[in-house]
């Protein structure tokens, strides 16, 4: 059964640093995950997709909300892959998902039926 789980969210000031962890298991990410990406709701809001890497090639998207603040990566060794935030902003507050797709899809990072695995999600708040 393949599960992703989320880690390290919490509470930080705005210009603050947190990293958030996704650790896949079921699937080895390299080999079985085409692309992972991780996504963001806040309150009142729909769901929007803040990052996104192509696993086999190492391309990576970015929202132009995030661009120069959030890097998405991956640890092939630990199964992980992290969503590194930088200078965050109150609007940055938001449940953060991981998410994961293994099957080939035509849909742009952002769409979420580009991924067929989700997190639980874990909390973001900034303050200001």
């Known amino acids: 059964q393949v599960q992703l789980v989320e880690s390290g969210g919490g509470s930080v000031q705005a210009g603050g640093s947190l990293r958030l962890s996704c650790k896949a298991s079921g699937y080895m990410i390299r080999y079985n995950y085409n692309h992972m990406a991780w996504f963001r709701q806040a309150p009142g809001k729909e769901r929007e997709g803040v990052a996104a890497?192509?696993?086999?090639?190492?391309?990576?998207f970015y929202a132009d909300s995030v661009k120069g603040r959030f890097a998405i990566s991956q640890d092939n060794s630990k199964n992980t892959f992290y969503l590194q935030i930088n200078s965050a902003k109150p609007e940055d507050t938001g449940t953060y998902y991981c998410a994961a797709g293994d099957t080939p899809s035509t849909a742009t990072w952002y769409s979420e039926s580009r991924y067929n695995y989700w997190g639980q999600g874990t909390q973001v708040t900034v303050s200001s």
């Open positions: 890497t192509y696993t086999q090639t190492g391309y990576t």
